[in-house]
């Protein structure tokens, strides 16, 4: 072979090549909103991929800095404060996540309640707290979403009476997800994953194959019990293992039925999928509150919504439409 020629399939090969040096799989993961955030994208450029990613992790902050109870802060935190006493004005997005986190209270015949919060801040898994049969009692009143009025032209929550509180953490990381999606693919991404603790949602596949994500066995952390392929679509676990404590043998978990302010029972675990993260991610946690039954029932007449329920004995149920490998 003379020199020319070589230097020439060289170059050749260097131009095929030269897409793919920036074309590349790009991830990071972040502690945001007390959960991991992880980001996984295909980039076309290896900048605008790391700006792309950049730009979500700040999203994820932006929305648990409006969002977070755990933060005094925060316009929710505000909210709780003050409007029992007179209207709050709220930011759109504040109005329209509350809105959406009442009609899904309409839905689910009062499963999901925001105001569970009412009851469910006198409890501290962390620290194995909870409420005292007389205080839970007395708190229990002021759990009804129907406390919550909206006044939408005017962008105002009030409480109608005192003592209520909400918290968003049943919906948010949703939200969140469902916001970092929308800043992708208005950058023009086609092929990424973005999930929040048990918050996930995908654009387009990984490239050929569906991306997968693991359903967990409620009682053995390194087991799964499913492995969901995916591509556009969004998924949600909710589950009776991820803040609790236990006493007197009993398990007392982060999701509250609002008709009593204790942990619902009759469940270990809820993985939902769907299309947006918000409705699917409030989803699992009114199938949760609901139970097998009505929570399949439930499944059942939302369109292109699939789910799967772990009992409490550990006996698996799915939807009709969901699909078995
Ligand atoms: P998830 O992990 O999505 O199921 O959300 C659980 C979180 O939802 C809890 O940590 C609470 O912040 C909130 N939550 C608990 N019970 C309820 C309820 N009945 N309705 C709405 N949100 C709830
Ligand atoms: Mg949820």
Same mark, same amino acid.
């Given at each position: 072979?003379?020199?020319?020629?070589?230097?020439?399939?060289l170059?050749?090969?260097?131009?095929?090549?030269?897409?793919?040096?920036?074309?590349?799989?790009?991830?990071?993961e972040?502690?945001?909103?007390?959960?991991?955030? #992880?980001?996984?994208?295909?980039?076309?450029?290896?900048?605008?991929?790391?700006?792309?990613?950049?730009?979500?992790?700040?999203?994820?902050?932006?929305?648990?800095?409006?969002?977070?109870?755990?933060?005094e802060?925060?316009?929710?935190?505000?909210?709780?404060?003050?409007?029992?006493?007179?209207?709050?004005?709220?930011?759109?997005?504040?109005?329209?996540?509350?809105?959406?986190?009442?009609r899904?209270?309409?839905?689910t015949?009062?499963?999901?309640?925001?105001?569970?919060?009412?009851?469910g801040?006198?409890?501290?898994?962390? #620290?194995?707290?909870?409420?005292?049969?007389?205080?839970?009692?007395?708190?229990?009143?002021?759990?009804?979403?129907?406390?919550?009025?909206?006044?939408?032209?005017?962008?105002?929550?009030?409480?109608?009476?005192?003592?209520?509180?909400?918290?968003?953490?049943?919906?948010?990381?949703?939200?969140?997800v469902?916001?970092?999606?929308?800043?992708?693919?208005?950058r023009?991404?086609?092929?990424?994953?973005?999930?929040?603790?048990?918050?996930?949602?995908?654009?387009?596949?990984?490239?050929?194959?569906?991306?997968?994500?693991?359903?967990?066995?409620?009682?053995?952390?390194?087991?799964?019990?499913?492995?969901?392929?995916?591509?556009?679509?969004?998924?949600?676990?909710?589950?009776?293992?991820?803040?609790?404590?236990e006493?007197?043998?009993?398990?007392y978990?982060?999701?509250?039925?609002?008709?009593?302010?204790?942990?619902?029972?009759?469940?270990?675990?809820?993985?939902?999928?769907?299309?947006?993260?918000?409705?699917?991610?409030?989803?699992?946690?009114?199938?949760?509150?609901?139970?097998?039954?009505?929570?399949?029932?439930?499944?059942?007449?939302?369109?292109?919504?699939?789910?799967?329920?772990?009992?409490?004995?550990?006996?698996?149920?799915?939807?009709?439409?969901?699909?078995?490998?």
């Open positions: 072979m003379t020199r020319p020629f070589l230097s020439r399939l170059l050749i090969a260097m131009l095929a090549l030269s897409p793919s040096v920036w074309a590349a799989w790009l991830s990071d972040q502690p945001v909103m007390g959960t991991v955030v #992880r980001i996984e994208l295909w980039s076309d450029s290896g900048k605008s991929g790391q700006t792309a990613i950049a730009a979500v992790m700040e999203e994820m902050r932006r929305v648990d800095r409006l969002m977070s109870t755990y933060k802060d925060s316009e929710i935190s505000r909210v709780n404060r003050e409007a029992a006493r007179q209207p709050i004005t709220i930011s759109k997005e504040l109005l329209e996540l509350l809105e959406r986190a009442l899904m209270s309409e839905l015949h009062g499963a999901f309640d925001i105001t569970y919060a009412s009851a801040h006198l409890y501290d898994f962390p #620290r194995k707290i909870k409420p005292s049969a007389e205080a839970l009692a007395a708190a229990l009143a002021a759990i009804n979403y129907r406390h919550v009025a909206l006044d939408r032209a005017n962008s105002t929550v009030r409480f109608l009476r005192s003592g209520v509180r909400i918290d968003l953490g049943g919906i948010a990381k949703g939200h969140a469902d916001r970092a999606i929308a800043l992708l693919q208005a023009g991404i086609k092929h990424a994953l973005v999930s929040a603790g048990g918050d996930s949602r995908v654009i387009g596949d990984r490239r050929g194959r569906p991306w997968t994500v693991g359903i967990r066995d409620p009682r053995q952390q390194d087991k799964v019990i499913a492995v969901v392929p995916l591509s556009n679509a969004a998924i949600s676990t909710s589950g009776d293992y991820e803040r609790y404590f006493a007197e043998g009993v398990r978990h982060h999701i509250i039925h609002p008709r009593s302010g204790q942990p619902a029972s009759g469940v270990r675990s809820v993985t939902a999928v769907g299309a947006d993260s918000t409705t699917i991610d409030a989803l699992s946690t009114s199938i949760f509150v609901m139970g097998v039954k009505k929570g399949l029932a439930l499944v059942e007449s939302l369109p292109g919504v699939e789910a799967v329920v772990v009992d409490a004995d550990g006996k698996i149920h799915y939807s009709s439409g969901w699909k078995r490998p």
